[in-house]
């Protein structure tokens, strides 16, 4: 399988990560490519026509994503180690993993507000708008630090790699402070062989 | 169940329709709110800390988003008729629904930039960046559009409420030009009283 991705990309890297966990990572050919929202790459778009990493195409040419499709695919491999969680924990879990993402979500957008979109043209009310997410989404997520304790599961590989993706790309928002359960969750998981394979340069 | 929602989210929309199809609709208690990128709403926020709709609050509290994660918790109630895909149809399903889903992340995004955000302040690079997301997501639809064909499961369902948002929010843009196949499939799909329910006013 070719997975195409590019290193920076948080939601990439969550697959990667939960590759790595299942102990499937080996089976992936990675492919990296280069992705901008401005200016759509040939040969991702060609596999997804959103022109977005991250994309897994099958040994028969059949591409998958989102991000979300391909852990779920993955995690179905046989011989792939345990990295959903388990019957009553699921709805929490999901919903964890959509939190994770929303957060990204939005920090990508900010990302592209602040360093891509020419500075003459950027909105600070977005701006806010976007950051107020990621702040309530980090809240939340020191609120209910006791789901970070347990197995590397999806939802908690992807709560780190948006923990990461703040310390990539804002490290002048200081998301550890006032939250130091997230904080000490993201110090013990960073350490993971999977977290420290995948750690964008 | 709460069901927190605004009428012209098409994500919503996607939720209420499955509802509707899965023959449950009647157990969600309709609960509108107006949200915005650039003003968070407290009553949603208060239940996503990302502060989008939909949202679904189950009887015991607790709250459930995003879409996707709502529709598969619908789909599993007792007594919900089958929404989704079976075994083998699953993963294509899965990434038509991803899909419809990134279609739609980009007409969401086009319509903030050029109906929100201040004149002077949109970028035309960003406008066609999204808006070639739109136009490849449905070449990509009509290419394959005997995937449209079928039950009404939650790929199929995705895809027709990306389409009538098209229709409610970019109505100058002929998306049924040159897409035969997409364009029947919506003539049809759209009479259905599922659709007919929860078309925005």
Redesign the interface.
């Known amino acids: 399988m070719k997975f195409i991705y590019t290193p920076a990309s948080p939601f990439a890297r969550k697959v990667l990560v939960a590759a790595h966990e299942a102990g499937i990572a080996g089976r992936l050919q990675l492919v990296e490519q280069a992705v901008?929202?401005?200016?759509?790459n040939p040969e991702v778009?060609a596999r997804n026509?959103?022109?977005?990493v991250p994309v897994l195409e099958l040994d028969d040419g059949?591409?998958?994503?989102?991000s979300?499709?391909i852990v779920?695919?993955l995690a179905e491999l046989p011989g792939a180690a345990s990295i959903m969680p388990p019957g009553a924990q699921r709805?929490?879990a999901?919903?964890l993993h959509?939190?994770a993402?929303?957060?990204l979500d939005?920090a990508v957008l900010l990302r592209?507000e602040t360093a891509l979109?020419?500075v003459a043209?950027?909105?600070p009310?977005?701006i806010?708008?976007?950051m107020?997410?990621v702040r309530?989404?980090l809240?939340?997520i020191e609120a209910d630090a006791a789901a970070l304790q347990g197995p590397a599961t999806v939802e908690r590989i992807a709560v780190a790699c948006a923990l990461g993706y703040l310390d990539f790309r804002f490290a002048g928002e200081d998301w550890r402070c006032g939250r130091p359960g997230a904080a000490a969750f993201y110090e013990a998981f960073s350490q993971r062989p999977s977290m420290k394979a995948t750690a964008p340069a």
């Open positions: 901008s929202p401005v200016a759509r778009a026509p959103l022109a977005k059949t591409p998958l994503y989102d979300r499709v779920a695919y709805w929490p999901l919903r959509a939190l993402d929303g957060l939005a592209y979109r020419p043209l950027r909105w009310e977005w806010d708008g976007q107020g997410k309530a989404a809240d939340s």
